[in-house]
């Protein structure tokens, strides 16, 4: 296993053996990013109490199904490196062996460090309701993760498919007589109610930085069709950032 061994604060050398770990996530980074805004570009050692307790918290997140979680996965001197990483793409001071996500979360988020707090609480909360476990987080697959993460995209999974509330919405919307997408208006696509209602899907409109609540109310939901859904998903992943039923409508109706 490699060593590497780099000054930390206060220039302690300080050792990592991170060989065999796997690569940071998206809400790992987020999280590590998070510390970074609060402690306003400082870079403590890997002794400081933050630092320790942002690794016990990355230890615990449910992002690495069946990782082996060895003494160096996310321990205290990888969580101070990380935080390096971040400092010199933020300044361009400190570490040279930034990665391509340590970029991108940058370029996405190190000007938003109050969105960056409402992603880590509802991380936090989803964790801790048992709402985004290990299994449902690794059935997204990386095509499909949006900018907030795994953990928060679980969860928008997770809301969209409880089968009570999708089938309170699609009563409500028969008995109102507005059972149409709410995006692209395409109304049933068969006359067997069964085959008509299965094109529909229900899809979460409360953007992933507050779902800090448990529970799903109808008015939290959008009726779309098979496809609107997906679309909205897709755009969702590839814009980077969270996207409403009213600008997915607009995308599909401007011209080309």
């Not at 206060?10 to 990592?16: D, E």
């Not at 990782?67 to 490196?81: E, H, L, T």
């Amino acid at each position: 296993m490699t060593q590497i061994k780099r000054k930390g604060a206060g220039g302690a050398m300080a050792v990592t053996q991170g060989h065999g770990n796997p690569k940071w996530t998206r809400d790992e980074t987020l999280l590590a990013l998070n510390l970074y805004q609060r402690l306003r570009g400082q870079v403590p050692g890997s002794n400081d109490s933050e630092v320790i307790a942002l690794s016990q918290r990355l230890r615990a997140l449910p992002v690495h199904q069946g990782a082996a979680k060895r003494d160096s996965f996310r321990n205290p001197d990888g969580v101070a490196f990380k935080l390096q990483n971040i400092r010199q793409v933020a300044t361009g001071r400190g570490l040279g062996n930034v990665s391509a996500l340590d970029k991108a979360i940058w370029q996405e988020f190190g000007e938003r460090p109050e969105l960056v707090q409402r992603l880590v609480d509802a991380i936090g909360a989803a964790v801790e309701r048992g709402e985004a476990d290990e299994m449902n987080v690794a059935a997204i697959d990386d095509d499909e993760v949006f900018a907030e993460g795994r953990v928060l995209t679980a969860l928008h999974r997770t809301r969209e498919r409880n089968r009570k509330v999708r089938g309170l919405l699609l009563d409500e919307r028969q008995q109102t007589g507005t059972l149409h997408c709410d995006c692209c208006g395409a109304g049933p696509k068969a006359s067997n109610l069964e085959l008509a209602l299965a094109g529909f899907e229900a899809h979460h409109v409360t953007p992933l930085a507050e779902s800090t609540s448990g529970g799903t109310r109808l008015t939290d939901l959008a009726l779309l069709c098979a496809t609107c859904h997906r679309l909205i998903h897709r755009a969702m992943h590839v814009h980077k950032r969270w996207i409403g039923v009213a600008e997915l409508k607009a995308f599909i109706e401007s011209p080309a």
